[in-house]
Nanobody
Framework: VQLQASGGGLVQAGGSLRLSCAAS????????MAWYRQASGKQRELVAV???????NYAVSVKGRFTISRDNAKNTVYLQMNSLKPEDTAVYYC???????????????WGKGTLVTVSS
């Protein structure tokens, strides 16, 4: 199982970016999907999470500006980021709780990360 994130880049403050993360390989089901971020010199933090049924939760710092969504048919999770601020600059990682084999346990998978840079 692999998670491949894309969509990062350089944007001016106030701008928007959309991140995508697709799961590939052989698996039975994808449970929770989430986005984390890690700014330089800081710990990785949860940005947003979405369940199988579409329930969402956000970090206080991004609530109202970011929207997480998923397309279960495409095994993909998205993060729409609006009104970006310089403090949103970080490497963004997708994360998913995936059942790789029938009757097996779910495992935690991470993508390699995509850099988002917001200039002031």
């Amino acid at each position: 199982v692999q998670l491949q994130a894309s969509g990062g880049g350089l944007v001016q403050a106030g701008g928007s970016l959309r991140l995508s993360c697709a799961a590939s390989g052989t698996f039975v089901n994808i449970n929770r999907m989430a986005w984390y971020r890690q700014a330089s010199g800081k710990q990785r933090e949860l940005v947003a999470v979405i369940t199988t049924t579409g329930s969402t939760n956000y970090a206080v710092s991004v609530k109202g500006r970011f929207t997480i969504s998923r397309d279960n048919a495409k095994n993909t999770v998205y993060l729409q980021m609006n009104s970006l601020k310089p403090e949103d600059t970080a490497v963004y990682y997708c994360n998913a709780d995936i059942i790789p084999a029938l009757w097996g346990p779910s495992l935690d998978y991470w993508g390699k990360g995509t850099l988002v840079t917001v200039s002031s």
